[in-house]
């Protein structure tokens, strides 16, 4: 029962439970909760440790300590360390826990997770690679909704944006509306000349063929009930 709370998201005080089917939406989404959580915390995963130094009066020099020679601000920032991990570990089912409990700190954990799911460098550049042509590629067949070529649509466009931090989206809009079928060439001549594309959203570009679709799929249906009526 208590794995089932998890999965429903009933605990706003557990990280998203690790996805390694969906690595990329998890680590967004893992991103996003550990960073609204406790900035620092991000910091020591992605930055690595805080480490034991403190000022020094006498000297006017940051200097490694010993445990009890530590301030209690100190022992705040250091106890971080293991926060960081912990919350990992929250994330974590046991299987991938067992290929991770060697790391040492919460950094080393993080960077085990991206290269296993996420791959290497030459990996990321492969898959980017393949993203960045299927984007090039992406078409819209005449009978598909836009719903549906929407949602393959976003897929390819969050995946990049996950993989490569460089990637803009700006172009979007105009690379939604020239995969389109011939057939909705006279909305796209309207929205380009009716529509700023460099500030139109493509949440709103959706929203506006979503309705123009539903017209045309009312007048087919009139067209086809009523044959002489036009």
């Known amino acids: 029962m208590e794995s089932e709370k998890y999965l429903e998201g009933q605990s706003m005080q557990r990280p998203p439970l690790f996805e390694s089917d969906g690595f990329i939406y998890w680590k967004n989404r893992f991103e996003t909760y550990v960073k609204s959580k406790d900035l620092d915390l991000w910091h020591v995963i992605t930055d690595g440790d805080f480490p034991p130094i403190q000022f020094n009066p006498e000297t006017k020099k940051d200097e490694i300590v010993s ?4 301030n209690d ?8 360390n293991n926060e960081a991990k912990m919350v990992i570990y929250n994330a974590l ?17 993080w960077d085990t997770l991206l290269i296993t799911h996420q791959g290497n460098n030459q990996v990321k550049a492969n898959k980017i690679d393949l993203l960045v042509q299927q984007y090039e590629q ?9 719903d549906n070529a929407f949602a393959k649509f976003n ?3 969050t995946s990049l944006k996950a993989l490569d931090e460089g990637f803009s989206s700006k172009n979007c809009v105009r690379k939604f509306l020239r995969a389109l079928h011939p057939k909705w060439r006279a909305k796209v001549t309207a929205i380009e000349e009716s529509k700023n594309l460099t500030t139109l959203s493509l949440d709103e570009l959706i929203g506006n063929l979503k309705v123009y679709e539903e017209v ?7 067209s086809n009930t009523y044959p002489n009526s036009y």
Do not use: G
């Open 138 to 146: 992406f078409m819209i067949p005449e009978e598909e909704s836009i």
């Open 155 to 157: 897929t390819i466009i």
């Open 216 to 222: 045309i799929k009312k007048d087919s249906i009139r």
């Open 73 to 80: 601000d100190l022992k705040k920032k250091l106890a971080k």
């Open 93 to 109: 089912p046991r299987k991938e826990y067992e290929r991770i409990f060697m790391c040492q700190t919460a950094k080393e954990i």
């Open 67 to 70: 445990f009890h020679k530590q």
